[in-house]
């Protein structure tokens, strides 16, 4: 047989990169990938609304998905035209890279996989520290601005996994140097206390804001959204695969969406709960956890590694920080009796 080195064909900025590890431990607690506790659907909304979606599985799904963005539109007092949805905000990253190039500009420790698109389409990442309190530093920002010219700037806020809000004049001030697109992620914003970016979408030509249903209870479905001026979502528009929001995500997330009030329900149990566990991590003598806007508490503990591995062994998975945040491990916020397995756990493991 002809020898083939497939190393060879690919490019080499594909064969330098590492896959996005995502590798599913078997536990009895989550607490690892920011997910809700709670499935944001109820199951008696089935019977009829998903039946008849069964019955047109071999149809295509609607490639603009309107009924699922105009819903998404009237939510937040726009028109469908301000938005594109993705499946996942993962999705719209790629289309926002493939559409504007790069470099790319983002602040560090963040979400890994504005760096690990960047790459993968062969576009130079900027990485730019953020300081001491985890906020952006402005100044090497804007530095890095006027001398690289970065087509696009990614700011998670809060940020993911340090959980803060970054400064909002400090995210104003960048938007309004860049000469570019700026995207803030505002993935987390439900759990937050400050109003976000919506509201400058107005006044900034150059704003994009992503938000996705992932972390309020939908994850499954894989569903995100650019919020931003109809001429820059139509461009994207361009790079967009015809039919990428399927016939069952489609439908799911429309009809979920029309329960406002259970999902603002699950949302303020998991703040309440964010904060009850925050305070029980602070009374702990050899934890430190980062006050956090997010549904996920970051926390310094002396030897992380063993903590991890001996947290999994009493059937808990958190999330390992190293070469993120060295020393630090990342819990999600679960329900009030997974929240207490978690402490009981940590405190039996650091002893
Ligand atoms: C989880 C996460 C996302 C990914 O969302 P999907 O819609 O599930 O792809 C995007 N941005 C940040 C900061 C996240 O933490």
């Known amino acids: ?12 900025n594909v064969h330098s990169l590492n896959a996005y590890s995502a590798k599913e431990i078997p536990c009895k607690i989550k607490l690892d990938a920011n997910e809700s506790p709670y499935s944001a659907f109820s199951v008696q909304r089935l019977a009829f609304s998903v039946k008849k979606i069964f ?5 295509y799904p609607d490639p603009e998905a309107k009924v699922l963005k105009g819903i998404i539109a009237k939510n937040i007092n726009l028109k469908p035209e301000n938005i594109l949805l993705g499946n996942g905000s993962d999705e719209l990253i790629y289309y926002l890279i493939a559409t504007f190039g790069g ?11 504005y760096g690990i698109i960047s790459q993968a389409l062969g576009e130079k990442g900027i990485a730019i520290k953020l300081d001491k309190e985890f906020d952006l530093n402005t100044d090497k920002i804007l530095t890095a601005i006027k001398k690289l010219r970065p087509k696009l700037i990614f700011l998670s806020s809060p940020n993911n996994p340090t ?6 004049d400090k995210i104003l001030k960048i938007i309004e140097v860049s000469r570019s697109i700026v995207v803030v992620d505002e993935a987390y914003q439900p759990f937050s206390s400050e109003r976000g970016f919506l509201p400058l979408l107005r006044d900034y030509k ?7 249903l992932s972390k309020i209870g939908l994850a499954g479905l894989r569903v995100g959204f650019l ?30 969406l029309k329960n406002k009030r259970m999902m603002g329900r699950y949302i303020s149990t998991i703040v309440s709960e964010r904060e009850r566990l925050f305070d029980e991590l602070s009374e702990i003598k050899s934890i430190k ?8 508490i970051l926390f310094k503990v002396k030897n992380s590694d063993k903590a991890c591995q001996k947290l999994l062994r009493r059937g808990v998975l958190v999330r390992n920080m190293k ?5 630090c491990l990342r819990v999600t916020v679960g329900t009030k009796n997974e929240n207490n397995s978690f402490l009981k756990a940590l405190k039996e493991v650091i002893k």
């Open 1 to 12: 047989m002809k020898k083939i080195e497939i190393k060879k064909l690919v490019r080499p």
């Open 163 to 168: 959980g803060n809000c970054f400064s909002s």
């Open 227 to 256: 919020i931003a001026d109809a001429g820059i979502i139509k461009e994207v528009n361009k790079v967009r695969l015809p039919f990428n929001i399927n016939l069952l995500s489609q439908a799911i997330a429309a009809e979920a």
């Open 55 to 59: 019955q047109t599985l071999n149809r």
């Open 103 to 113: 470099p790319v500009l983002y602040p560090v420790p963040t979400f890994s996989i």
């Open 206 to 212: 150059n704003l994009v804001i992503m938000r996705t």
């Open 289 to 296: 956890p980062y006050p956090t806007e997010a549904n996920f």
């Open 323 to 327: 070469g993120v945040v060295n020393g």
